[in-house]
């Protein structure tokens, strides 16, 4: 049987503590929990620039405590699955319309739900997003 991963983005982890229901049921259903260190580093430097750094800091700490959570490795299959992302969304006709009418990008927190499909790092992708 497959393992549910999801990943994280600092949009949706803000929204996790925030008790956004989809969010926090993507997360309880999850068999593992991904952050990656560029939102770390972006839930750090928004720790620093708020007044409750040591108490976000304490969160997140207890957050990653758990055996389902871990930092995600940032190496070259992630670039290669990062590309691999990024050309199937340059194909979406839908996302290519919206952003050309839309004065303004809105940004939505992201679960994105990671599986396997082959050994291949080229023909690993991502399955699903959800979005809050």
Do not use: C
């Amino acid at each position: 049987m497959e393992k549910n991963k999801v990943m994280l983005d600092t949009s949706a982890y803000s929204a996790y503590l925030r008790g956004n229901e989809d969010v926090k049921r993507a997360v309880q259903e999850a068999d593992e929990v991904y952050l990656n260190p560029v939102v770390m580093g972006e839930l750090y430097a928004g720790f620093a620039h708020g007044g409750k750094e040591k108490k976000n800091r304490e969160i997140l700490r207890e957050f990653l405590a758990s055996p389902r959570v871990q930092v995600a490795v940032i190496d070259e299959e992630t670039s290669e699955r990062y590309a691999a992302i990024i050309a199937y969304l340059f194909l979406l006709p839908a996302i290519a319309a919206t952003v050309s009418s839309s004065s303004a990008l809105s940004w939505r927190p992201s679960v994105w739900r990671l599986t396997e499909t082959s050994r291949s790092s080229a023909n690993r992708s991502v399955a699903s997003m959800s979005s809050g």
